[in-house]
């Protein structure tokens, strides 16, 4: 069984930083793509970030992008979310992912396991 805990979330003002991580047990993590997503109170899940197997390839959502970098340390079997430049928007809770893929996808569907999920909080 699959395992993924995440941890890192908490309160922070905006343009502040926090970096989450995502700790992954039960089967070889550097076979399988990982993603991020976030959910905010009264709104569907939405994807953040995904990374390849290797960590060569990343894809972002365009609300993110070039404040937020994926990064995986498959010595650990964790990978990363260092989210900067905060938003109030940004607040969720974020969950990270992991696909039995070698590919990122932006459909959570293709999802197979999940963390618990952590609580990111933004103050303006």
């Known amino acids: 069984q699959v395992q993924l805990v995440e941890s890192g979330g908490g309160l922070v003002q905006a343009g502040g930083s926090l970096r989450l991580s995502c700790a992954a047990s039960?089967?070889?993590?550097?076979?399988?793509?990982m993603g991020w997503f976030r959910q905010a109170p009264g709104k569907e899940r939405e994807f953040v970030a995904a990374i390849t197997w290797n960590g060569r390839n990343t894809d972002y959502a365009d609300s993110v992008k070039g404040r937020f970098t994926i990064s995986r340390d498959n010595a650990k079997n964790t990978v990363y979310l260092q989210m900067n430049s905060l938003k109030p928007e940004d607040t969720a809770v974020y969950y990270c992912?992991?696909?039995?893929?070698?590919?990122?996808?932006?459909?959570?569907?293709?999802?197979?396991?999940w963390g618990q999920g952590t609580q990111v909080t933004v103050s303006s």
């Open positions: 992912a992991s696909r039995s893929s070698l590919y990122t996808s932006r459909v959570g569907g293709q999802y197979d396991y």
């Open positions: 039960g089967r070889t993590f550097s076979s399988y793509a």
